[in-house]
């Protein structure tokens, strides 16, 4: 019989017999913006880009919050930001590519020497470039996932190894806007526009639009783009799930090789000649769009959307702090707190998950 | 440091072992080009005339370069290795005109006659010589011949500056000033741009010297003023971006171009009234002067003047157009290309 003794139930009694729950609904008003941001973490960048907008609008009146201008900035920042969706699709893996200018660089090089050196057909040219894009992203891929070395060194060496190529093979030669037109306009193709009203829209830059809709939409609702994000999260887990770590990164990279070929393409539009000394600083410029953009250095977090909004700001300050007239030093001192900012901004969301 | 150390070590021991063999022929003169690349057109012109020139004069010549621009390291490596060798003397284009002086006078110290091409040392007495172009001649003839062309309309002309960058080093502002100064316009401060009043200046942008710096300078300054009519440019990469920017807003064909360096793809845009004119310097004379100039050192000691009323030797410069304007004299772009580099 239970006697007094064996009564070990009745300590229970009047101890919280709630289920396990989540608090929910009781935040403070700063968790709640803290929680937001780290739903949508292209928010912070949008916020910042619409202010700086609305201020150099104030500041300027209908000289910067014109067409022109508006659009204007859209053709400053798309080479930057198309190499900064190369740089996007690498930092979300928790790596880092120093040789995206380089890679971009060396392939308009090959698309305007292919065609003018050997006189291929600038199409097939052209198809050459983007060849040897991808496959300098190869190489990236095969060194960060099957060597193993840091992304950091790998791209480090890289950089300097493709720069060299690029120039050597170029003799550092200029191939003029003016012979392009005429023997093969298919290389300037992204300099053709479209004009609405006073707004001038470039190929390049609709291209850059469509290929940073296209990568928000694959990096969010495919396998593939649900696994870049895994494995920059954590690549052991990822393993672990069953995703093939490092197929996935060498296709990362070689993607990204691609993107900054195509830059390469758009380049030519841009500046109208094939110059092997353009895009001297495309690495850095497309890390500062993507950390401006809130996107994680430490990987598995972040929106395209985020790079996206990034360039702009940078491009919005540019053209914005010219007009005014200031020294252009203030551009770079500005875009310095920006980016100490973000990155102070990301950690400060990061705690949300703590 | 380690690094130059081990390099010159290494390269001291290779050359010793090599001198040997020289020895056979021990009155040779022999000779040290050192630029800031070897892939620079400007640098494989200046090169391709020190080559010849040694060729003609019986000098062993030895040529060096940095791995990029602003590689001081390689060269410091390269003119100690020169004094290991035994070199007459050391034709120079640093690319760290102060740092690389120490190394310089070491060389000096060792009885080398040094002479620095195209960039002046700092201070410009750090070398023996100097051989280069007149940046601010070059400048103030473009300056003249925009203004010339102008006409009465100089007077109110809208410009647009596109420099070279931030830090102001000294080419980009003696070209500036100087075709502020050909054009007729109160430069302030000639050791630096942007303190100019002159209403007729729309502003001044940065190009790095390159398509894409050029371009983005010209569209910025564009959207201060559209009406931009005359634009000086650092050099001819930076006018061929600008040419883009104009372009696409329509306005290529009547705005004034002006330009500095006399390459070939820039003489081709001369020709093609892409340009309307440029200033042509001349890489290649610089390197073969230097190379008599040590010849002469190696024989009996003379070291060279410099051109009267300068403190360094002008290698010339001469302004190419195919539309010549009264009271500036120019050679045409056949002339042009006949002498271009690149």
Same mark, same amino acid.
């Given at each position: 019989?239970?006697?007094?003794?064996?009564?070990?139930?009745?300590?229970?009694?009047?101890?919280?017999?709630?289920?396990?729950?989540?608090?929910?609904?009781?935040?403070?008003?700063?968790?709640?913006?803290?929680?937001?941001?780290?739903?949508?973490?292209?928010?912070?960048?949008?916020?910042?880009?619409?202010?700086?907008?609305?201020?150099?609008?104030?500041?300027?009146?209908?000289?910067?919050?014109?067409?022109?201008?508006?659009?204007?900035?859209?053709?400053?920042?798309?080479?930057?930001?198309?190499?900064?969706?190369?740089?996007?699709?690498?930092?979300?893996?928790?790596?880092?590519?120093?040789?995206?200018?380089?890679?971009?660089?060396?392939?308009?090089?090959?698309?305007?020497?292919?065609?003018?050196?050997?006189?291929?057909?600038?199409?097939?040219?052209?198809?050459?470039?983007?060849?040897?894009?991808?496959?300098?992203?190869?190489?990236?891929?095969?060194?960060?996932?099957?060597?193993?070395?840091?992304?950091?060194?790998?791209?480090?060496?890289?950089?300097?190894?493709?720069?060299?190529?690029?120039?050597?093979?170029?003799?550092?030669?200029?191939?003029?806007?003016?012979?392009?037109?005429?023997?093969?306009?298919?290389?300037?193709?992204?300099?053709?526009?479209?004009?609405?009203?006073?707004?001038?829209?470039?190929?390049?830059?609709?291209?850059?639009?469509?290929?940073?809709?296209?990568?928000?939409?694959?990096?969010?609702?495919?396998?593939?783009?649900?696994?870049?994000?895994?494995?920059?999260?954590?690549?052991?887990?990822?393993?672990?799930?069953?995703?093939?770590?490092?197929?996935?990164?060498?296709?990362?990279?070689?993607?990204?090789?691609?993107?900054?070929?195509?830059?390469?393409?758009?380049?030519?539009?841009?500046?109208?000649?094939?110059?092997?000394?353009?895009?001297?600083?495309?690495?850095?410029?497309?890390?500062?769009?993507?950390?401006?953009?809130?996107?994680?250095?430490?990987?598995?977090?972040?929106?395209?959307?985020?790079?996206?909004?990034?360039?702009?700001?940078?491009?919005?300050?540019?053209?914005?702090?010219?007009?005014?007239?200031?020294?252009?030093?203030?551009?770079?001192?500005?875009?310095?707190?920006?980016?100490?900012?973000?990155?102070?901004?990301?950690?400060?969301?990061?705690?949300?998950?703590? | 440091?380690?690094?130059?150390?081990?390099?010159?070590?290494?390269?001291?021991?290779?050359?010793?072992?090599?001198?040997?063999?020289?020895?056979?022929?021990?009155?040779?003169?022999?000779?040290?080009?050192?630029?800031?690349?070897?892939?620079?057109?400007?640098?494989?012109?200046?090169?391709?005339?020190?080559?010849?020139?040694?060729?003609?004069?019986?000098?062993?010549?030895?040529?060096?370069?940095?791995?990029?621009?602003?590689?001081?390291?390689?060269?410091?490596?390269?003119?100690?290795?020169?004094?290991?060798?035994?070199?007459?003397?050391?034709?120079?284009?640093?690319?760290?005109?102060?740092?690389?002086?120490?190394?310089?006078?070491?060389?000096?110290?060792?009885?080398?006659?040094?002479?620095?091409?195209?960039?002046?040392?700092?201070?410009?007495?750090?070398?023996?010589?100097?051989?280069?172009?007149?940046?601010?001649?070059?400048?103030?003839?473009?300056?003249?011949?925009?203004?010339?062309?102008?006409?009465?309309?100089?007077?109110?002309?809208?410009?647009?500056?596109?420099?070279?960058?931030?830090?102001?080093?000294?080419?980009?502002?003696?070209?500036?000033?100087?075709?502020?100064?050909?054009?007729?316009?109160?430069?302030?401060?000639?050791?630096?741009?942007?303190?100019?009043?002159?209403?007729?200046?729309?502003? @001044?942008? +940065?190009?790095?010297? $390159? #398509?894409?710096?050029?371009?983005? &300078?010209? *569209?910025? %300054?564009?959207?201060?003023?559209? !009406?931009? @009519?005359? +634009?000086?440019?650092? $050099? #001819?990469?930076?006018?061929?971006? &600008?040419? *883009?920017? %104009?372009?696409?807003?329509?306005? !290529?064909?009547?705005?004034?171009?002006?330009?500095?360096?006399?390459?070939?793809?820039?003489?081709?845009?001369?020709?093609?009234?892409?340009?309307?004119?440029?200033?042509?310097?001349?890489?290649?004379?610089?390197?073969?002067?230097?190379?008599?100039?040590?010849?002469?050192?190696?024989?009996?000691?003379?070291?060279?003047?410099?051109?009267?009323?300068?403190?360094?030797?002008?290698?010339?410069?001469?302004?190419?157009?195919?539309?010549?304007?009264?009271?500036?004299?120019?050679?045409?772009?056949?002339?042009?290309?006949?002498?271009?580099?690149?």
């Amino acid at each position: 019989m239970a006697g007094k003794d064996d009564d070990y139930d009745s300590v229970l009694k009047g101890s919280d017999n709630r289920v396990a729950s989540f608090t929910t609904g009781r935040r403070s008003p700063v968790e709640t913006v803290q929680h937001v941001l780290h739903s949508y973490p292209a928010l912070v960048p949008l916020i910042v880009l619409v202010a700086s907008l609305v201020v150099f609008g104030l500041l300027l009146g209908s000289k910067f919050f014109s067409p022109f201008a508006l659009t204007l900035i859209l053709q400053q920042v798309a080479i930057v930001g198309i190499v900064g969706a190369a740089q996007t699709l690498i930092i979300l893996t928790a790596g880092i590519d120093l040789s995206v200018g380089a890679i971009m660089v060396l392939s308009s090089v090959v698309m305007g020497q292919f065609t003018f050196r050997y006189g291929l057909p600038p199409e097939l040219a052209v198809i050459c470039g983007l060849a040897v894009g991808a496959f300098c992203g190869f190489i990236n891929g095969v060194l960060v996932a099957i060597v193993r070395l840091p992304p950091f060194i790998v791209t480090l060496g890289m950089w300097q190894i493709i720069l060299a190529t690029n120039f050597l093979y170029s003799s550092n030669e200029t191939i003029r806007s003016q012979d392009i037109a005429a023997a093969a306009p298919i290389l300037q193709f992204f300099g053709e526009k479209i004009r609405i009203g006073g707004a001038v829209f470039t190929y390049g830059v609709i291209g850059f639009v469509v290929l940073v809709a296209v990568l928000a939409y694959v990096l969010a609702n495919t396998a593939w783009g649900r696994h870049v994000y895994a494995i920059g999260d954590d690549p052991e887990a990822a393993e672990l799930s069953g995703i093939r770590v490092k197929r996935t990164l060498i296709s990362v990279y070689v993607t990204a090789g691609l993107i900054c070929a195509f830059a390469g393409w758009a380049l030519i539009g841009r500046i109208g000649s094939v110059s092997p000394t353009a895009g001297q600083f495309a690495n850095i410029e497309s890390i500062t769009a993507v950390v401006i953009g809130g996107i994680s250095l430490f990987g598995g977090r972040g929106s395209i959307l985020g790079m996206l909004f990034g360039a702009l700001i940078v491009g919005v300050f540019s053209l914005g702090l010219r007009l005014i007239g200031t020294d252009p030093q203030w551009t770079y001192l500005l875009i310095g707190l920006l980016i100490i900012s973000a990155v102070a901004v990301d950690q400060w969301i990061r705690k949300v998950s703590a | 440091m380690k690094t130059t150390l081990i390099t010159s070590t290494l390269a001291g021991l290779a050359l010793s072992a090599m001198s040997t063999a020289a020895m056979a022929d021990a009155h040779a003169t022999s000779a040290c080009l050192i630029t800031k690349t070897d892939t620079n057109p400007f640098f494989v012109k200046m090169k391709e005339g020190a080559t010849a020139k040694a060729e003609e004069l019986g000098i062993t010549l030895k040529s060096y370069a940095g791995k990029i621009d602003g590689d001081s390291e390689s060269q410091v490596a390269a003119i100690e290795t020169c004094i290991a060798d035994g070199a007459k003397g050391i034709l120079i284009t640093a690319s760290d005109t102060k740092g690389i002086v120490p190394a310089v006078q070491q060389a000096r110290d060792a009885g080398i006659l040094v002479i620095a091409l195209d960039t002046p040392l700092e201070p410009i007495d750090s070398a023996d010589a100097t051989f280069a172009t007149d940046n601010f001649l070059a400048g103030e003839l473009i300056g003249k011949w925009a203004a010339a062309t102008l006409g009465d309309e100089a007077a109110n002309a809208k410009i647009a500056m596109l420099d070279l960058a931030v830090s102001q080093p000294s080419v980009g502002v003696l070209r500036d000033q100087g075709f502020l100064t050909g054009f007729g316009i109160d430069v302030k401060d000639v050791s630096k741009w942007g303190d100019e009043d002159d209403a007729r200046i729309v502003g @001044n942008d +940065v190009t790095a010297g $390159n #398509e894409e710096g050029g371009r983005t &300078a010209m *569209e910025n %300054l564009l959207t201060k003023d559209p !009406e931009i @009519n005359v +634009v000086y440019t650092i $050099n #001819e990469p930076a006018a061929a971006g &600008a040419y *883009e920017a %104009l372009k696409a807003v329509g306005r !290529e064909g009547d705005v004034l171009i002006v330009s500095v360096d006399g390459g070939c793809p820039g003489v081709a845009n001369v020709k093609d009234g892409v340009i309307g004119a440029t200033s042509q310097q001349y890489p290649l004379l610089m390197a073969s002067k230097g190379i008599e100039a040590i010849a002469a050192f190696a024989k009996d000691g003379t070291k060279p003047a410099p051109t009267e009323g300068k403190d360094f030797f002008d290698t010339g410069v001469a302004l190419v157009t195919d539309k010549p304007a009264d009271g500036v004299e120019s050679i045409d772009t056949v002339k042009g290309k006949e002498l271009c580099w690149g």
